[in-house]
């Protein structure tokens, strides 16, 4: 639920609009030749007496919406008769246009080779696009945002089934919405007023959100997604990046490869001569649009544009998206972005309920060059939700809004904070959150993860688990978690109990405690499925007997400085038990160590510039940056410090990086790299993530063995890509799949002390890596939407017992 929020948000932050008063006027037809019937493209449909207007698409279809106060369509095209339509204001209503052909007598015209007129424009476009490009300007402006998200597809048969019965008063916010002509029930708006500053060189871009107002919400970290600086569709970008598609735009300097360009007409648009351009793909499959621009003669600038995806794009969950900028003079050569908007249908299939997102961004008050003011350069993030934004009163906002919401708008507000009243709808949000957030809430407590409740392994044969937390009716500032295991093959109880409380929650600052006596698996990747996962007992590979009990206490201090800046210093006090399989036995002999004691105490600092996230009341997640995140940790035991057997200092460093390569899709990299200063047994060595079950494991080595290799100096690199189909695509047939390519490679080395090979006698197959481990895989993604397939192939270290050399691994997942 949290990472469909802040998609949401991420796409549809607004900026300012200046509409006029009154409803909407929604508007959706086809248009057709009178004589043939035919559909015709292309056909200029404007609203009279506004600049608002658009193209018919390849099927003559087109679609308008406008808050303007008009009554009438003009329609026309080259060689036919233009026609005014009367249209009702305020309402949705779909219309049939015939068009008849005009009998025009022409010269005779000689036709030669060449360059169309249309690429030429094209030709101009990019050359004088750093010039044009609003990201190369330096400016401040002011601007208001406005989000609505809506449940689409609301039929009559759902209105009238008695489990709504309760819900009865929101029927009456059914609307239709003119680009695909489906129902819909808004769900969610917001609105928010803020301060944008930006400088191209040197690069800075800072946000003041002063205002922000959200139906059902009333959460700083999300307020932050309502402000302009998340907006991300640039029409002077060469790949306008959404959901991990880089999508070629219509004004690409490669853009003549991908698409085809039609001159359709010119025109005067604020006294300045301007061109129409249409433009549609070259090929089938490829992440292009469809639509039409308007650009000026003089400057190359474009005026106003609308792009649409394109038919048959590899992109999940998305059925429809819509993009339309128009630009204001500010000078005579410059032009700059006065309103965006963007619209996107997500949808399963074209039949089932889904949701429509709106986004409008607008400019006012835009100063080119201007001094930004030293409190705005001084802020350490580049965006700030004023104190007091979320608590503005409505008469604030009827003075600050540059036009007066639609009745149907306003009371959507009023709407849903009853639907939030409702118990029907308390109860539908308690099981909707049990199975996306693995808890069911029962007052003051919320049972589970449920998917821990059972499970096996060789140590304890079957594995039962009871556990839960409290629920936020219990506290937002303090929250107690507990859980009680028993395994029937070992016999024995596990436990464990923790708190966490927080001083701050923004910038966050926390504190929490720990106790559990539980078996682990150690030298496994922090993301794995967890041992006591259900799906683990099943996609297992090997037999689970490397299980070692654990007795474990840990307190921890966290800070955040600002975002993406934090600290968080650990205290952790560790007791390792042997087993039969895996032993403490001295090198030099004697009795087996009973137990091996560690305390340690770790200082974490983690950066990463610009993330965006999602927080509760008291968990956070991270939504990434386009930046790298870095992740440094200093660890430090004494030997006799609260029983710690050893003495040695711990580094590691960690490095990922998530980025776009377009065309050819986007990659992850990752650098892991670490060293021990001191003698430790093997159980403190870094014990390499290996991954014993079906399943992949992107933080792991797939195709190593748990308790295979150990180091106490190590670097692994890891890069796995994501081609988004750019090899399938072009194939008919497996294109209509829309599978996609992905590729890893992982690359390990490290080594191990002569003193630390001598404490204790290594388990069965556990050795060094200072020959490099490496594997490599290729798979299929997005199969059915979720599914994941990898092959892959182990390339050294082969002659190690008990491994496969190559294997195949599932992996679940939702991607765009």
Not at 129 to 139: E, H, M
Not at 426 to 437: A, G, H
Not at 579 to 607: D, H, Q
Not at 619 to 633: I, R
């Amino acid at each position: 639920m949290e990472r469909l929020l802040s998609v949401i948000f991420i796409v549809f932050a607004t900026t300012n609009l200046a509409f006029s008063q009154g409803q909407i006027t929604k508007v959706r037809g086809k248009v057709f030749d009178a004589q043939t019937n035919e559909p015709l493209p292309f056909v200029n449909v404007t609203f009279k007496n506004t600049t608002q207007g658009t193209i018919t698409s390849e099927k003559g279809e087109f679609f308008l919406e406008s808050r303007a106060a008009t009554d009438t369509l003009l329609v026309s095209f080259v060689g036919y008769k233009s026609v005014a339509i009367k249209v009702k204001k305020g309402v949705y209503q779909e219309i049939s246009v015939n068009l008849e052909p005009e009998a025009i007598e022409l010269d005779a015209v000689v036709v030669k080779p060449g360059e169309s007129q249309a690429n030429r424009i094209i030709r101009n476009i990019i050359k004088y696009k750093d010039r044009n490009n609003p990201a190369n300007f330096t400016y401040s402006c002011k601007s208001y945002n406005k989000i609505q998200v809506d449940i689409n597809n609301i039929e009559e048969d759902i209105k009238k089934r008695k489990v709504l019965n309760q819900f009865q008063f929101i029927w009456d916010y059914v609307d239709t919405n003119a680009v695909t002509g489906k129902t819909y029930l808004p769900i969610f708006i917001t609105e928010s007023l803020s301060d944008y500053y930006y400088s191209a060189n040197p690069k800075m871009e800072k946000e003041i959100i002063r205002a922000t107002k959200m139906s059902g919400v009333n959460n700083e970290s999300v307020a932050q997604f309502t402000g302009k600086i998340y907006q991300s569709v640039n029409i002077y970008d060469n790949y306008i990046n959404i959901f991990d598609q880089g999508l070629v735009s219509p004004i690409s300097n490669s853009g003549l490869l991908f698409y085809k360009y039609i001159l359709l007409d010119s025109m005067h648009i604020d006294n300045r001569w301007c061109y129409q351009i249409s433009f549609r793909p070259r090929r089938k499959m490829e992440p292009t649009f469809t639509g039409d621009f308007w650009v000026n003669d003089s400057t190359w600038a474009i005026v106003k544009a609308q792009i649409r995806l394109s038919d048959m794009v590899n992109m999940n969950f998305v059925n429809d998206m819509v993009a339309t900028a128009e630009f204001m003079p500010l000078n005579d050569t410059l032009w700059f972005p006065k309103q965006m908007t963007l619209f996107v249908d997500f949808n399963l299939t074209d039949k089932t309920t889904g949701f429509f997102g709106h986004k409008t961004i607008s400019y006012s008050d835009v100063k080119l060059n201007a001094e930004f003011p030293k409190e705005v350069t001084d802020l350490p993030t580049n965006l700030k939700v004023e104190e007091g934004a979320l608590n503005q009163e409505e008469e604030f906002w009827a003075q600050a809004r540059p036009f007066e919401l639609t009745p149907r708008e306003a009371n959507i507000y009023q709407m849903v904070d009853s639907v939030q009243q409702v118990p029907m709808y308390k109860t539908f949000i308690d099981i909707i959150n049990m199975f996306v957030n693995y808890y069911y809430v029962v007052g003051y407590w919320e049972i589970g993860p449920y998917y821990q409740t059972y499970s096996f392994n060789e140590i304890e044969g079957n594995r039962f688990k009871v556990s839960g937390r409290t629920s936020n009716k219990f506290s937002k500032r303090v929250m107690f978690d507990a859980f009680v295991a028993y395994g029937d093959k070992d016999e024995r109880f596990k436990w464990g109990v923790g708190a966490l409380y927080m001083i701050s929650k923004n910038p966050r600052e926390a504190v929490g405690v720990s106790y559990k006596s539980d078996i682990e698996q150690l030298g496994q990747s922090p993301y794995a499925l967890t041992e006591d996962n259900i799906l683990t007992s099943f996609l297992r590979r090997n037999p689970n007997y490397k299980l070692t009990l654990v007795k474990d206490f840990t307190a921890y201090y966290e800070k955040e400085w600002f975002v993406g800046l934090s600290n968080k210093v650990t205290f952790s006090h560790r007791i390792i038990f042997p087993t039969e399989f895996i032993p403490f036995t001295p090198v030099s002999g004697g009795s087996s160590l009973k137990s091996i004691t560690n305390a340690t105490l770790t200082l974490n600092t983690r950066w990463i510039k610009d993330e965006r996230f999602v927080s509760g009341e008291f968990e956070k997640v991270s939504l990434g940056s386009n930046w790298p995140e870095v992740n440094f940790n200093i660890t430090r035991s004494i030997k006799g410090f609260a029983g710690s057997d050893y003495d040695f200092w711990k580094l590691h460093l960690n490095y990922y990086h998530k980025f776009n390569l377009n065309p050819i899709g986007y990659a992850r990299f990752i650098v892991d790299a670490g060293k021990i200063f001191g003698k430790v047994p093997y159980p403190l060595l870094q014990l390499h993530e290996g991954n014993e079950t079906y399943a992949f494991d992107r933080y792991a080595f797939n195709m190593m063995n748990y308790y295979e290799f150990a180091s106490n100096q190590y670097v692994s690199l890891y890069y796995e890509h994501h081609f988004q189909g750019f090899f399938l695509n072009h194939f008919p047939l497996l294109r209509r799949l829309k599978w996609r390519e992905v590729a890893t490679a992982k690359y390990l080395i490290g080594s191990i002390s002569n003193e630390n090979m001598q404490m204790l006698q290594f388990p069965a197959g556990l050795g060094e890596v200072s020959k490099p481990y490496m594997e490599v895989s290729v798979g299929l993604e997005n199969i059915f939407k979720v599914v994941r397939v990898d092959a892959l192939w182990r390339l050294t270290h082969l002659d190690n017992p008990n491994i496969e050399p190559f294997g195949v691994r599932v992996g679940l997942q939702i991607i765009f």
